[in-house]
């Protein structure tokens, strides 16, 4: 089995598997996900992968933990005690399981993922 998976050129490549509207959209928006999920383990709860959202507004709620980096966009982050960080291409993010509230692309936004249950 190989160990070593390579996404050439992540930030243009288009390898998205999975597309859909984003469930907990915010209307009148209606983002879309995009998701390429590269390893996911079914013992450890452990998943990567890249990720993207179109223009819009959404509900979040992390049921794990999660680190990523910010490949491209721009991405308004309000924490559900008003907190707001606005991520940029090239940041790098950790979101703790259970932290809630709204995110709102300006700029279509692709990252790449780490979760941990």
């Given amino acids: 089995m190989n ?7 992540t ?3 288009a390898v998205f ?16 996900v995009r998701v390429h999920v590269v390893h996911r383990s079914e013992d ?5 992968g890249v990720w993207e959202l179109t223009v819009g507004k959404c509900r979040l709620e992390r ?3 999660e680190v990523f980096v910010l490949l491209s966009g721009v991405w308004v982050l309000t924490a559900d005690d008003g907190t707001v960080t ?3 291409a090239g940041d790098t993010a950790f979101l703790r399981k259970g932290w ?18």
Avoid at 18 to 23: C, E
Avoid at 44 to 48: D, K, Y
Avoid at 111 to 117: G, I, N, Q, S
């Fill in 44 to 48: 450890t709860g452990h998943t990567a």
């Fill in 63 to 65: 049921t794990v933990d």
């Fill in 17 to 32: 598997t999975t597309s859909k509207i984003y469930p907990t959209a915010i209307a009148p928006t209606t983002p879309e």
């Fill in 3 to 9: 160990r070593l998976t390579v996404i050439e050129n």
């Fill in 11 to 13: 930030v243009a490549a």
């Fill in 100 to 117: 809630k509230g709204t995110g709102e692309v300006v700029e279509t936004v692709r990252k790449v993922y780490a979760t941990f249950p």
């Fill in 86 to 88: 606005t991520l940029r």
